[in-house]
């Protein structure tokens, strides 16, 4: 996806695909996320479908935590 991580994304608010990848890593899971961060989709919104992109290929490659389990019980 992030094959050229120094490309613009966001040309409005000059974020590359880099800043969005980096904000996914410390922990954003929406675009919406991304936006708050960086700002990125939030001037003429022409990239959010690129967001979007980025967003879903990084949840889609993301490592899950083994550690993580969910106590169906206390309703989590």
């Not at 992030?2 to 410390?26: D, F, M, Q, S, W």
């Not at 675009?31 to 949840?59: K, S, Y």
């Amino acid at each position: 996806m992030a094959n050229n991580p120094g490309r613009l994304v966001c040309l409005c608010n000059h974020v590359t695909a880099n800043e969005i990848i980096n904000v996914l890593k410390a922990g954003a899971q929406t675009t919406f996320d991304v936006q708050q961060f960086t700002a990125a989709g939030t001037g003429c919104t022409r990239c959010v479908r690129e967001i979007n992109a980025i967003v879903e290929h990084h949840l889609a490659t993301k490592k899950k935590d083994p550690q993580l389990k969910f106590d169906f019980e206390a309703g989590n």
